[in-house]
């Protein structure tokens, strides 16, 4: 059985990479992960992996995307533990070419599909959570982001970004980050905090070959941002604790 003093959370796409990761070591610190998998087989694998180091670890089938799926977590929650106090909706995907900047030619098809996950799935299963967030006495949202959503950095030539332009994503990424900013100041005056995470370049799949960071520390700003004291930021964008340029 769950321990009932135990933090609640949630985190999308947690079957591999960074979401697996942060599922890890919240686990370890005494959370009780659900870990949200669009394929519940390779929910449970994580699951399994989890609770074998002493996680109390559920999966459950969450494709971000799927209304009826997004419902029927919110129900389950709802009936097994009252309240929710960490979502981080940590699913994403990078459809663009991994060429140069190919803004010119975006298939309008890849510009969608990735603001369906990456934007527009946050925004709807964030909104069905809230009545659940709000009922925790620390709710913490973490939205995660990239460097590749600052539209700073993209602007500014000589940035470590300035060339690493992939339209679809990045877009989304920015979008999400507008979504950061506008709950965190509708829920300025509750216990919820709503941040914005960078892990950095991590080694995933979707990292690629060239990524420089182990998963370790890949999820390390993800689970600062989980479980930030009451006086922490809210409306922030952030990698390992330092604020980043919108
Ligand atoms: P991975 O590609 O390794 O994992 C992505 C996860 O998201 C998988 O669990 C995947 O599930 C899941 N996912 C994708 N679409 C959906 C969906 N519709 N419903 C549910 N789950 C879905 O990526 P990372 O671990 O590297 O990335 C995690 C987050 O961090 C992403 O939001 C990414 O944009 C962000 N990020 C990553 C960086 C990096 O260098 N790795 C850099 C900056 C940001 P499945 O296994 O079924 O495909």
């Known amino acids: 059985m769950s321990d009932t003093t135990a933090k609640i959370a949630l985190i999308t796409g947690a079957n591999k990479g960074i979401g697996l990761e942060t599922a890890l070591q919240l686990g370890k610190l005494g959370v009780t992960v659900l870990a949200g998998a ?35 977590v919110a129900k389950f929650i709802e009936k097994e ?4 106090d960490i979502l981080i909706n940590n699913a994403g995907v990078m459809l663009d070419p991994r060429t140069a900047n190919a803004t010119g030619t975006t298939p309008e098809k890849v510009l969608r599909d990735t603001f369906e996950t990456n934007f527009f799935a946050v925004v709807a299963l964030t909104q069905m959570l809230l009545p659940l967030l709000r009922k925790s006495p620390a709710g913490r949202i973490v939205n995660l982001s990239s460097i590749l959503a600052s539209l700073t950095l993209h602007a500014t030539p000589g940035s470590p970004i300035y060339d690493a332009k992939t339209f679809a994503y990045d877009a989304s990424k920015s979008a999400l980050n507008a979504f950061t900013i506008h709950l965190a100041h509708e829920l300025r005056a509750t ?41 922490g930021p809210t409306g922030g964008y952030f990698h390992m604790g330092k604020a980043l340029p919108w």
Not at 56 to 62: E, F, H, N, T
């Open 38 to 72: 669009r394929d519940l087989s390779r929910g449970e694998a994580a699951a399994e992996v989890l609770r074998g180091v002493g996680v109390d670890a559920r999966a459950v089938k969450l494709d971000v995307v799927d209304h009826a799926d997004r419902a029927a």
């Open 81 to 84: 533990f009252g309240r929710l």
């Open 191 to 231: 216990n919820i905090k709503v941040n914005s995470a960078h892990p950095g370049w991590v080694k995933t799949e979707m990292g690629g070959e060239g990524a420089q960071m182990e998963l370790a520390d890949g999820a390390r700003t993800s689970v600062e941002l989980a479980l930030l004291p009451d006086d």
